[in-house]
């Protein structure tokens, strides 16, 4: 006869939650965002894409100033994140063992 687990097994749970790695690439992700946002809104607070968007605008490569902001945050997002990785693998890494005499 077989028998159904229950919602509360310790199998479900362990399939719910996230590892180590998962935790890690979410925090990762989650802080590199804040960065992020708050270096888009320094930067841009001192930078007019004004000027920018009219030079770019004839070539099709930027429509708007919208789009300017949009690629400015995704730079300053896969900046903070190479970052936050690097630290987070740093802060993972044991120890080295040291020599025994």
Do not use: N
Request: hydrophobic share 50%; with cysteine.
């Amino acid at each position: 006869m077989l028998h159904k687990s229950s919602p509360d097994s310790d199998d479900v749970t362990q399939r719910g939650e996230l590892g180590l790695r998962g935790r890690l690439a979410f925090t990762v992700a989650w802080c590199s965002f804040l960065a992020a946002s708050i270096a888009t809104l320094v930067f841009f607070a001192f930078v007019d894409p004004a000027p920018i968007v009219a030079v770019l605008q004839p070539t099709g490569a930027l429509q708007s100033r919208t789009a300017l902001y949009s690629l400015g945050f995704f730079f300053f997002w896969i900046v903070s994140a190479v970052s936050a990785a690097l630290t987070a693998s740093l802060l993972c890494t044991p120890p080295a063992s040291s020599p025994r005499s």
